[in-house]
């Protein structure tokens, strides 16, 4: 069985993400758009929900050399076309315009009608060629005999997929916007983030997708409001958020009482949550407890414009010290091979550059202990950033090694 995963707006982490949660699958097509993974295990109905990067998920059933006709496409629609049904149609391919959906979609709709059926389709918003994920919820196109079909342009040829489960839109605004405490000043870590570095930072599953995987004791000891625990906690792990201040540890544990009380949470596994400042030794009951650190730090004083490439360097600077002594103390709660999630920031220093964090603090942590993962060829490619944003969250990996 072959799976199709639309990516998000950061392909290169929502790549990462995938094949972090999903390592044994075999890469079939891999481009900047999707992802197609074939394997013998079926996916659960709720896999997407625990996916930050990933917009959609389909069934491939079908590949041809050549673009998919209107009677290639019924021949494939199952339940048979003579039951009533909606049909949404997405084309996904890099040349926008070499499929005319609505022609497409017209000659669909006589070829059911000839065959007794009847269908409604439901096309994207003009000018574009795919459907957004709100008109794939509302439309119901994932459930009964509804359906959304992507039309894929790969290397191989042209893929027919069908969509089987779609981001939950409203449940990220829920958990982003909906929740009690909400502080601009200590960052707002989007929820799909907070899932994605989760994903990244655990250690490849020891078992496949449907058997729920494993339950890691996860630490935050920047929790801030508490978007990593919430997270965390609606994914089964147990979780641990620490800050040195404690309004954040009041707005965390307010934020963390109204996910349980919308959301499907196992109250046993109730986040912990400790004043403490990340600087200073960790409380020793801690000590060689955890699986593994995720964490978005504080990442500067908020920005109204641009910095100058000196002035993001004097920032990076002012930020060093309390990272690295961070990542000092860390060791003591970290289990050995135990791994340190760390978003950088990065600085937009002019519309088309990003200034990096200096690779002297990988050294630094390098010889605190810890083995830094290369998580790409280009750094560039781990930030996450909203289009119009200053500041970046650079993905980080590190691991503990053995030794002092």
Same mark, same amino acid.
């Given at each position: ?22 390592? *044994? ?24 929900? *625990?996916?930050?990067?990933?917009? $959609? ?18 021949? !494939? ?8 049904? $909606? ?91 909906? !929740? ?72 965390? *544990? ?24 990340? $600087? ?20 500067? *004083? ?103």
């Amino acid at each position: 069985m072959q799976y199709l995963f639309l990516l998000g707006r950061q392909a290169a982490l929502s790549r990462l993400e995938i094949l972090s949660v999903w390592p *044994k699958a075999k890469i079939v097509e891999d481009t900047p758009l999707f992802l197609i993974l074939e394997t013998d295990e079926d996916l659960p109905d709720d896999f997407l929900n *625990k996916l930050g990067g990933t917009d $959609r998920v389909a069934v491939v059933v079908g590949q041809q050399p050549e673009a998919w006709r209107a009677e290639d496409i019924v021949e !494939k629609l199952t339940p048979p076309p003579e039951n009533k049904f $909606r049909i949404g149609i997405s084309v996904i391919n890099h040349l926008p315009g070499r499929v005319n959906i609505k022609r497409l979609a017209l000659d669909v709709k006589k070829l059911v009608k000839s065959k007794g059926g009847s269908m409604k389709f439901i096309l994207p918003a003009p000018p574009g060629i795919r459907l957004n994920a709100a008109q794939v919820i509302f439309n119901s196109l994932t459930k009964a005999n509804n359906k959304e079909l992507l039309l894929v342009e790969g290397a191989q040829g042209w893929y027919l997929a069908q969509t089987r489960q779609v981001q939950d839109i409203q449940a990220y605004e829920k958990r982003d916007t909906g !929740k009690p405490v909400r502080d601009a000043k200590v960052g707002m870590l989007p929820p799909k983030v907070a899932q994605m570095i989760i994903n990244i930072a655990l250690p490849p599953p020891l078992a496949p997708p449907q058997a729920g995987g494993e339950n890691f004791t996860i630490l935050d000891p920047f929790c801030g409001t508490g978007t990593v625990l919430q997270e965390g906690w609606l994914m089964g792990h147990n979780m641990i958020g620490m800050d040195s201040e404690e309004r954040m540890i009041r707005a965390s *544990k307010a934020n963390l009482d109204g996910l349980a009380q919308r959301f499907e949470v196992d109250k046993d596994k109730q986040p912990k949550l400790i004043q403490h400042d990340a $600087r200073q030794e960790f409380p020793k009951e801690l000590w060689d407890k955890v699986d593994a650190i995720v964490t978005e730090p504080f990442l500067g *004083k908020p920005l109204q414009k641009r910095l100058s490439p000196s002035e993001a360097q004097k920032q990076f600077e002012e930020l060093g010290e309390l990272y690295s002594r961070f990542f000092a103390m860390a060791r003591q709660v970290l289990k050995e091979g135990g791994r340190v999630l760390f978003l950088l920031p990065a600085y937009k220093t002019s519309p088309q550059n990003w200034s990096l964090f200096p690779t002297a603090l990988f050294d630094e942590i390098g010889r605190l202990g810890y083995r830094y993962e290369h998580l790409s060829t280009r750094r560039e490619d781990m930030i996450y950033a909203r289009p119009d944003a200053l500041v970046g969250r650079e993905f980080t990996l590190f691991t503990k090694e053995n030794g002092t």
